[in-house]
């Protein structure tokens, strides 16, 4: 194998990447304008690069290492600090301490978020999120604030500061959390659908045009409350591992995992 090839980089996957990482960035920069729709708009199509990279990896056979580690890097951005500094810019600056630590804990949420999700992959039931996604998250604040520009609320004032204090802590704090989000992995996009599938979609489309920040606040935050309603569902007895900390499921798989890794290891000395 040449030089060229081993160091090389995809450019697509990548590509797209580097457009959230970009869309991030611009946000940033806007809520320090106080163009605040206009960061809110780049957190969500930060959002559509994100679901693309990944998808466009797998269909073009182009993953990589380099390219995980620079999508997490890029989620990072555009998911964790992005909100936060968009939320505390609008409505959490007059809060004084109280304004920059809710802005923190969920910068620290979606740091954690993002590191559990990367420990984690092959150990956990690919159906569910564990946590609240951080662009779901992301979403979440944004649209709060894209709402509040909408319609022409001051993000300084008292009571609106207060609230974006508890939606940006709270989205901080569902990331960590240990609540099942659908993951919709088990869609089949390449299945069949009835005509009237595409009728509903593009209902969807003309729905979301008419009030799009008010749309996507409402279907982002029946997200969030859905992992709550998901796991109360499903478990007989709510434990403290069904909120936070570590799971029973994660600990069994990780288990199981020593073990067969410990079987291995005899079987090999075994054969020496």
Known sequence: MSDSKRKGIYLLPNLLTTAGLFSGFFAIVSSMNGRFEAAAIAIFVAMIFDGLDGRVARMTNTQSEFGAEY???????????????????????NLGKLGWLAAFIYVAGAALRLARFNTNIGIVDKRYFQGLASPAAAALVAGFVWVGVEYNVTGTAQPVSTIVAMVTGLAGLLMVSNFK????????????????????????????????????????????????INTFRTVKKVKLEDVVGDSDDEAVLVHREDAQDNESQVAEKQTK
């Open 71 to 93: 999508d997490s890097m890029s989620d990072m951005v555009s998911f964790g600090m992005a909100p936060a500094l968009v939320a505390y810019n609008w409505g959490l600056a």
């Open 181 to 228: 989000y659908n993951s919709f992995k088990e869609v089949n996009w390449h299945g069949k659908v009835p005509f009237v599938a595409l009728l509903l979609i593009l209902l969807v489309f003309v729905v979301v045009a008419t009030e799009p920040a008010l749309v996507l606040f409402i279907v982002f935050s029946l997200y969030a409350l859905a992992g709550p």
